[in-house]
């Protein structure tokens, strides 16, 4: 077996204890305060796209589900759906905290990202009309999840066990794959190829990261995270990545979503969004 397949293993065997742990802990918050607090963003309140900012930062994509469920229903602002989607790392912060040696990195990460979520989701609602808004906030009904699983309803108690484990087989099983990838490409090319072909700190790194964020599947926010913990991106292109990565709530916006023509406009400014502000902060660090 290649050495760096088996470092690759190991690392990955390291982190499985700690991605268990946090995954347990996602699915009780889940489990006791994710019907309350879907209801904080919803209706006309003009807080609302800042509590979606923040509650979109919770691990998974939970709330971006939720988030665009209260959409199609009419019953958030584009504002406050974008807040969320931008806001909102899928498995970033789940893969850091599995590596307590970069756990520094998810203050500046996800203040980053609070900011640009607040004040793309303020713009983007002083822009256009908020008579989307329906009259009374309806409770959510179950949205399809991540596993199989459903959000917007209490879980069973078989859930509450299942479902973290599930999860934490497939992250484990994304994470090594990855590490698996840039291991060998660094052991083959080497590590100053490596960045070369990942385009360095040029202004495109932003683009290609953002486009790939927009794939629905955890393995994306996965491969963007680990990269720039092993230094193969640059944190203007994480910010776009993980900015554009609002996981299975895409999916729920192009299923359920109509005109068809609101749901590419709105993947259009989640994509403008997020590129810009990564071309912003490359260029700031560079």
Not at 167 to 181: I, Q
Not at 215 to 224: G, K, L, Q, T
């Amino acid at each position: 077996m290649p050495s760096y397949v088996t470092e690759a293993l190991m690392d990955s065997a390291k982190a499985l204890p700690f991605l268990l742990a946090i995954y347990f802990a996602i699915e009780y918050v889940e489990y006791r305060f994710g019907q309350r607090l879907s209801t904080k963003i919803s209706g006309k309140s003009r807080l609302s796209p800042f509590v979606a900012a923040l509650l979109g930062c919770i691990p998974q994509c939970g709330f971006s589900v939720v988030g665009t469920t209260l959409y199609v229903r009419r019953l958030v602002t584009v504002g406050t759906l974008l807040a969320v989607y931008l806001s909102t790392s899928d498995e970033a912060v789940p893969v850091i905290l599995a590596q307590p040696g970069h756990i520094h990195m998810i203050a500046p990460l996800f203040a980053t990202k609070i900011i640009i979520a607040v004040v793309v989701g303020y713009t983007a609602d002083a822009l256009m009309s908020r008579r989307r808004i329906a009259e009374k906030t309806l409770p959510v009904e179950e949205a399809p999840g991540c596993c199989g699983h459903h959000v917007g309803r209490k879980a069973s108690k078989r859930e509450l066990i299942i479902h973290p484990l599930r999860h934490t087989a497939m992250v484990f099983f994304f994470l090594f794959l990855v590490s698996v990838g840039i291991n060998a490409a660094i052991a083959h090319v080497g590590e100053a190829n490596l960045h070369s072909a990942l385009l360095g700190r040029s202004l495109w790194q932003p683009v290609i990261t953002a486009l790939v964020g927009l794939i629905p599947n955890c393995a994306a926010s996965v491969a963007i995270t680990q990269l720039y913990i092993k230094g193969g991106i640059g944190f203007g292109s994480t910010i776009a990545g993980l900015s554009a990565s609002a996981g299975l709530g895409l999916l729920v916006l192009v299923k359920e979503n109509r005109p068809f023509a609101d749901t590419l406009r709105l993947i259009a400014l989640l994509l403008i969004a997020s590129i810009g502000a990564g071309i912003f902060i490359q260029l700031i660090y560079n």
